[in-house]
C-alpha cells in the first residue's frame, strides 16, 4: 500500500487546542510536562497509548485515535526507509 506522506500527530494536536491556551496549560491539564508536550507539537516524540488516552479524556476524541495516527505515520517512516534494510527472507516451513 502506498502512502502519503500522513502529518505527524503533533500537527494535528495543534489544531485540537484552542489558540488562547498556552502549551503549559495544555500540558497541566493533560497531565504531562511541557516539555513532553512541547515534543509532541513539534515532531520530535511520538503518541504513546498513554497519551492517546489522555487526548482522548480531553478532547472529547475516541480512544486510538492519536494511536492510529502515530502508527500511520510511523509505517510512512519505515517504508521510506525500507531500501536501507537488508532482509532475509525465511525458509518455506515444510
Do not use: C
Request: aromatic share 6%.
Amino acid at each position: 500500500m502506498n502512502m502519503f506522506n500522513p502529518a505527524h500527530p503533533g500537527e494535528l494536536l495543534r489544531e485540537y487546542i484552542p489558540a488562547e491556551m498556552s502549551v503549559t496549560e495544555a500540558a497541566q491539564r493533560l497531565g504531562v510536562s511541557r516539555q513532553a508536550l512541547s515534543a509532541l507539537l513539534n515532531g520530535r516524540a511520538g503518541v504513546s497509548a498513554e497519551m492517546d488516552l489522555r487526548l482522548a479524556d480531553a478532547l472529547g476524541t475516541t480512544p486510538g485515535f492519536w494511536l492510529r495516527l502515530q502508527v500511520q505515520r510511523d509505517l510512512w517512516e519505515a517504508q521510506r526507509n525500507k531500501r536501507r534494510i537488508k532482509i532475509k527472507p525465511f525458509p518455506k516451513a515444510a
